[in-house]
Structures are given as structure tokens and as C-alpha cells.
């Protein structure tokens, strides 16, 4: 007799804790030796720190980037998951102005940033908007690139210490599995 099961609920955070695992599977899947699938999410994981910093703009060289660097583009993009599950970003936030301050002393005035309209933005008034975009948020784009770099480089190691290590278990399984296989 076939019992009707109903679908399993979760709770957030084993929500959370799923998608994590389910991504760190896909990423030891992923082609590439350990240095490129590493490289591939340290550079997902690094750029997801300067994406609110750029307005979301950092994707339009996400793929040329990765590509340059020769990582695994698979990687990259679990990297880039893994860094938005996180919620890293949104708490360096103003640790990243403070580094920014720190790093870039140049007095930029701080005033409330000026509402352009539609009007202005069609009526060629670029520079003057860019410029003031810029400097509103320079020092947290500053702080957000050093984060982004110092997690990304730590992420390298991690990663690639994580993929030699899962790497050597499957072929210590693949091993036992052999001998046991001609035992009988």
C-alpha cells in the first residue's frame, strides 16, 4: 500500500544550510582542477562584495573578468551565491565607509545627495550626475574593493584546501570500493 507523503518544510536557516551544501556539491563537481574551480570562486566571492557598492553594474564584468583570470566560470557563479547567502555585504557596509575614510583621506563634502529628475538625466547633464553619484559613494566602493579582495584571497585558500581534501576522500572511497569489488 503506497502511503501520499507531503512535501517536507524546512525552516530558514536548514533552508540556508541546504543551499549552501547543495552549492558546495555543484562546486566539487565542477570542471577544472583545484586551482581554477579555487580561483573561479574567490573571484565570485570577492566581487559579490562590491555589488551594491556599484549599483549591480560589477556584472556587466563579471564574465570578462573571470575569463581573464582563467577561472571556472561554474565556481565563480556558486561564489557569487555563496557570497549573497552570506549577507556579508550588507554588514560590511559601514565597516567598508570607515576603511574607505581611513584609506582615502580626501575631504569630500558630505551633503545630502541631490534627487535628479528624468528631465535632467535625458538633457545631457551626465558628468555632473556621475560625479556626484561617484563621490557619494567612493569611500564604501574603496572599503567594499578591499574586503572584496582580502575575502576573496582568504576564500582561495580555503576553497582549494576544501576541493584537494574532498578530492582525496572520493579517491580513498574509489580505492576501497576497487579492493572490495575484487575480494569477491
Known amino acids: 500500500m503506497y502511503v501520499k507523503r507531503g512535501k517536507r518544510k524546512y525552516g530558514f536557516w536548514r533552508k540556508v544550510q541546504r543551499a549552501f551544501k547543495l552549492n558546495f556539491y555543484k562546486l566539487f563537481r565542477s570542471p577544472g582542477g583545484a586551482k581554477k574551480v579555487a580561483l573561479g570562486f574567490a573571484l565570485g566571492f570577492g566581487m559579490e562584495m562590491i555589488v551594491l557598492s556599484t549599483a549591480s553594474l560589477i556584472y556587466l564584468l563579471f564574465y570578462p573578468i573571470v575569463r581573464l583570470f582563467r577561472g571556472s566560470l561554474p565556481a565563480a557563479i556558486i561564489g557569487n551565491v555563496v ?10 557596509l559601514p565597516f567598508a565607509h570607515a576603511l574607505g575614510k581611513f584609506v582615502y583621506p580626501v575631504d569630500i563634502h558630505d551633503r545630502p545627495m541631490k534627487e535628479h529628475s528624468l528631465l535632467e538625466v535625458f538633457s545631457g547633464n551626465f558628468m555632473d550626475i556621475a560625479k556626484e553619484l561617484l563621490h557619494s559613494g567612493l569611500y564604501t566602493l574603496i572599503g567594499m574593493i578591499i574586503f572584496g579582495t582580502l575575502l576573496g584571497l582568504a576564500s582561495y585558500f580555503i576553497i582549494y584546501h576544501l576541493y584537494e581534501k574532498e578530492r582525496q576522500r572520493r579517491l580513498e572511497k574509489k580505492k576501497t570500493t576497487a579492493i572490495a569489488l575484487m575480494r569477491t
Open 83 to 92: 557570497g549573497k547567502l552570506t549577507f556579508l555585504p550588507v554588514v560590511l
